[in-house]
């Protein structure tokens, strides 16, 4: 069974290490910030001006003032900060964001990532995505494996408008985690319950199956 967005978010979770600095993506990746491991402290970092989310508020402690890039309301951990986007900014362009997680419309083999645009359909804007492609070391992309026709969004080259060129690294989908290396997806897990064959069939991709692939382990 395809995992769901909330499993999505916790094996991304799992990529994070003590001491890190992440930028989280609209979207999925959002919802990293509630499953992030009890035993380590990372500081969360948003493109509008706050260095240290927490978790997203409950009903009782909404405060409509403190909200993330993608406008959602959040609340701020021990020791977080509040400036403004331009020194958010300053922080991506110069390369001190360890992690960043984003969604996309297409991945491609060559670590390329469409997920700013769809020609022909309105758009709010860039956002931060190419600022932060362009300024992290590391880049996970999250997104379904395929779109609602069942067509792979993990392809030989986007046919969409690229945000960012040769700059990913890992993806999680609700199939698998791959890994971008050497002009390939190499499938490293496949969720429970999910065939290799059905990832296999979903991908347009070259993919490098290995022997054997293990089961993603969720908290």
Request: glycine residues 10%; contains cysteine.
């Amino acid at each position: 069974m395809a995992l769901s967005r909330e499993q999505i978010a916790q094996r991304i979770a799992q990529e994070l290490q003590d001491g890190y600095y992440v930028n989280l993506g609209i979207g999925i990746p959002t919802l990293v910030a509630n499953y992030i491991p009890d035993d380590i402290e990372v500081m969360l970092q948003s493109e509008n001006g706050l260095l240290g989310m927490g978790q997203f508020p409950t009903e009782e402690n909404v405060d409509a003032d403190l909200i993330n890039a993608g406008k959602q309301t959040v609340t701020m951990a021990t020791g977080a900060s509040l400036f403004s986007s331009a020194e958010s900014f300053a922080m991506i362009r110069g390369g001190h964001v360890d992690l960043t997680v984003l969604g996309a419309f297409e991945v491609d083999v060559s670590g390329n990532i469409a997920s700013w645009m769809i020609p022909g359909k309105l758009i709010k804007g860039m956002g931060g995505a190419m600022d932060l492609v362009a300024g992290a070391e590391n880049i996970v992309v999250t997104m379904m494996h395929a779109d609602k026709k069942g067509n792979s969004k993990l392809l030989s080259s986007c046919t969409l408008p690229l945000t960012g060129c040769q700059c990913i690294k890992k993806v999680v989908t609700d199939l698998a985690v791959l890994e971008i290396k050497d002009g390939a997806f190499h499938l490293l897990e496949r969720a429970p319950d999910v065939s290799v064959a059905e990832i296999i069939e979903k991908t347009a991709g070259k993919l490098i199956v290995p022997d054997d692939v293990p089961v993603m382990k969720l908290n």
